[in-house]
């Protein structure tokens, strides 16, 4: 590594560390071949380019500040440096702040070409699993970009009130990166339930030509912790349009969320997803909510392929007003895949697919064999659809499917078929066990009723209504009235349903790979 050395570090230290002894502001280029150590009750601001050697880190101590305030960090080496860990005391509040190590990154500051851009915590690897020490380190980014970076930010468990957040940042692989650097996710969120991660883009640049590549790398994993996008309206519930969305291109996975012996608040709402190999996937979860999506998918429908969204062993879900969507020519992908739910009743209520070749995919268990309860499909819209429902065959189940009865006699279905000539079977082909599908017979439109379906499955039952019946108000969105539960409500039943630490805790130390390893089901 050559550079020269404009303006030399300042501080004390070995012949391995710099240490930062009092409280300071690098406002002038500078170069630095060792690592950073930041003592407790200093500050260090960045204003500047600063250029770490390959291999180095900067360490922020409890009680340490860094504010990289329209600075840039980065290497110029062909590898990379290592980041910033901020530490922590996981037994302590984070009030006062004095307790932990403390990070921002402000007003357009940039940290690039790190192998872990900020690390909350330390994370070692022995007797086959991870362990984490001294963590609970706060990390608070606004206005920020992120390049190039194996990961730009990973939080280690941290059980207490957090006052992290992520907000209105860029989160970027550019055309070239260093040549050791394969990106992972951007954000990693590891039993650590910082505020919120709000209108912030996550991109690949880079032109990877195989759309199931891991070279495209992945947006946010969530394991164990909680997920949402800050509301910038004060009214409750939080209307609709008033979320800072973020945004997700180009990538393997949009959004990654395991939960494991924890049940964690999961809130997707108003975020944008374009062009990746999957965008949203869900497991184990009770209770998220995904509302208002936008799903732009070009990856064709096939056995283990990519998806808008996939719940998989997920419950109590609130799932509505999302779109998803294929903008080409000829209908390609699928929006929503559906794995055993469960025996509980379940929604998928109100969304739009446009354009794929097959809307929604209900596999394994979604229902209850000694009642009527299950998994209902409704007031969904199908449009320019190959095929709208789909109940495939279980090899490993020989009792599955979705609830006996869609709809009722009180409440119809409700949905929008397109009635695709030339594939059997279009609007509903179930696999599974046998259903009633109840559908208005007065309507003012034809494509509430299924035409193209398995006869010997599925049973079309016309409800008769003294009025026609109208989609608008038979099937109302549930947005403004909170529809599946308030965010407190939700937060204050996942505090209460959580399940022993101990084993979530040995969970996650199986977890080796945190993420690169999933034991999913496709089919």
Not at 44 to 54: H, V
Not at 212 to 234: D, H, M, T
Request: charged share 20%.
């Amino acid at each position: 590594f050559l550079l020269v050395l404009l303006f030399p570090p300042v501080g004390f230290g070995n012949e391995n560390e710099t240490i930062i002894r009092d409280s300071e502001v690098w406002d002038l280029p500078r170069a630095q071949t060792k690592n950073i150590r930041m003592n407790p009750g200093t500050v260090l601001t960045i204003t500047s380019m600063l250029y770490m050697d390959a291999g180095t880190k900067i360490t922020v101590e409890p009680g340490g500040k860094l504010v990289v305030d329209g600075g840039i960090i980065t290497t110029e080496c062909i590898d990379p440096w290592l980041g910033i860990e901020v530490l922590g005391d996981p037994d302590l509040n984070q009030f006062p702040t004095s307790n932990q190590g403390w990070v921002q990154v402000i007003n357009g500051g940039t940290i690039a070409n790190a192998k872990t851009a900020i690390r909350a915590g330390i994370k070692t690897f022995s007797g086959e699993r991870f362990n984490y020490t001294q963590t609970g380190g706060i990390v608070q980014v606004e206005n920020a970009i992120f390049s190039n970076n194996q990961t730009a930010i990973e939080m280690l468990p941290y059980n207490n009130t957090n006052i992290s957040y992520i907000r209105h940042s860029a989160f970027e692989t550019k055309a070239t990166v260093l040549n050791t650097v394969v990106p992972d996710y951007f954000i990693k969120l590891i039993t650590n339930n910082i505020q919120d991660i709000s209108g912030c883009t996550f991109k690949n640049y880079r032109n990877v030509l195989e759309p199931n590549s891991l070279a495209r790398g992945n947006g946010i994993y969530v394991f164990n912790s909680n997920l949402k996008n800050k509301c910038s309206s004060l009214i409750t519930p939080c209307p609709p349009t008033e979320y800072y969305p973020n945004k997700f291109t180009n990538l393997y996975y949009g959004i990654y969320v395991l939960s494991a012996g924890h049940n964690s608040y999961i809130s997707v709402i108003k975020n944008e997803f374009e062009n990746n190999y999957r965008s949203l996937y869900l497991s184990g979860v009770t209770n998220a909510r995904v509302t208002s999506n936008d799903f732009i998918i070009n990856t064709p429908f096939e056995e283990s392929g990519g998806y808008g969204m996939y719940l998989d062993g997920c419950t109590g879900y609130w799932v509505e007003d999302n779109e998803f969507r294929h903008n080409g020519t000829s209908a390609t992908g699928i929006g929503l895949i559906v794995n055993n739910s469960g025996t509980n009743p379940n929604e998928v209520y109100r969304n739009r697919f446009i354009k794929l070749e097959q809307g929604i995919s209900a596999q394994g268990t979604n229902k209850d064999y000694n009642t009527n309860i299950g998994l209902q499909l409704l007031c969904n819209d199908f449009t320019d659809t190959w095929a709208d429902i789909l109940i495939p065959k279980s090899e490993s189940d020989r009792r599955f499917g979705i609830a006996a009865w869609q709809g009722d006699s009180t409440f119809m279905a409700g949905n929008l078929f397109h009635h695709h000539t030339g594939v059997p079977y279009n609007d509903i082909n179930n696999e599974g066990e046998h259903i009633t599908y109840f559908y208005p017979f007065q309507n003012t439109n034809r494509r509430l009723v299924p035409k193209e379906f398995t006869e010997n499955t599925v049973t079309i039952v016309p409800v008769h209504h003294v009025i026609p019946w109208d989609y608008a108000i038979g099937c109302p969105c549930q947005l403004e009235s909170g529809g599946g539960g308030q965010e407190e409500e939700m937060m204050d039943q996942m505090s209460e349903s959580r399940q022993q630490a101990e084993a979530t805790e040995e969970i996650l130390g199986l977890l080796i790979d945190a993420g690169d390893t999933e034991a999913l089901h496709w089919d």
